[in-house]
């Protein structure tokens, strides 16, 4: 049994491309979150995707944005990018649109560099 | 609100030594889940263990244990015996019922010297 799954690994950009984090849900799992973690912080929360829809959006601007396919698979995109958005991009699926958000598994992450 | 507080941003101890992280939330929601996470150097967040609001049992499992208490708003995780494989960023969580985002700390960083 999988689990949650992100690609790429690692990934350095430079200020103002663009990018698209990939996420993979636990088998069983409908319902993905993204997490931004910088660098000596807790993960923050930035969105989450039920039913091919943004359910709710933590406190981060419109570059950011995202995608959830039919297969329950994710993208994160950040447009515009600046330094401060080097960080660990954590996914995290959890099953029954999010109703047990308690049962949330994280992926390995995709940590991202901007120069 | 909710928020989590991990007052400790740093902790050393001697290998053996106990070790207590301690953490605070707050929360209006009578139903909620607090969790712990370990994050070692690799980055990926290891869950170490789910409380719901309604119970306050304290837990063990092996050389770890935890203590909820609803009236300080504490859910606090002590190490007993720590070893160097313990070094590793602790993070606290807090996720309302029904809610779709979880809160974390800052986070306490371990070190655990041999």
């Known amino acids: 049994d999988a689990g949650v799954t992100q690609s790429p690994t690692h990934l350095i950009k430079t200020r103002g491309q663009q990018v698209t984090l990939r996420c993979s849900p636990k088998s069983g799992h409908d319902t993905v979150s993204w997490y931004q973690q910088a660098l000596g912080q807790g993960p923050q929360f930035i969105f989450q995707?039920?039913?091919?829809?943004?359910?709710q959006r933590g406190n981060f601007p419109d570059r950011f944005s995202g995608h959830q396919f039919p297969n329950y698979s994710s993208e994160l995109n950040v447009n515009a990018l600046l330094l401060g958005d080097s960080a660990l991009y954590l996914c995290?699926?959890?099953?029954?649109?999010?109703?047990?958000?308690?049962?949330?598994?994280f992926g390995p992450g995709t940590r991202l560099t901007v120069t | 609100a909710q928020k989590v507080t991990q007052a400790q941003t740093e902790i050393s101890v001697v290998e053996k030594e106990d070790v207590t992280l301690d953490c605070v939330y707050e929360?209006?929601?009578?139903?909620?889940?607090l969790f712990w996470y370990k994050q070692p150097p690799s980055g990926e967040l290891v869950f170490l263990i789910r409380r719901n609001s309604f119970d306050e049992q304290n837990e063990i499992s092996g050389r770890y244990s935890w203590n909820f208490q609803k009236s300080t708003s504490s859910f606090n995780f002590t190490i007993t015996a720590s070893q160097v494989v313990d070094s590793a960023v602790y993070f606290c969580?807090?996720?309302?019922?029904?809610?779709?985002?979880?809160?974390f700390g800052a986070g306490t960083r371990l070190f655990v010297k041999a």
């Open positions: 969580a807090l996720s309302e019922a029904g809610g779709f985002k979880t809160i």
């Open positions: 929360t209006r929601d009578t139903t909620y889940y």
């Open positions: 995290a699926s959890s099953p029954i649109g999010g109703s047990k958000n308690y049962e949330q598994y």
């Open positions: 995707y039920y039913e091919e829809e943004e359910r």
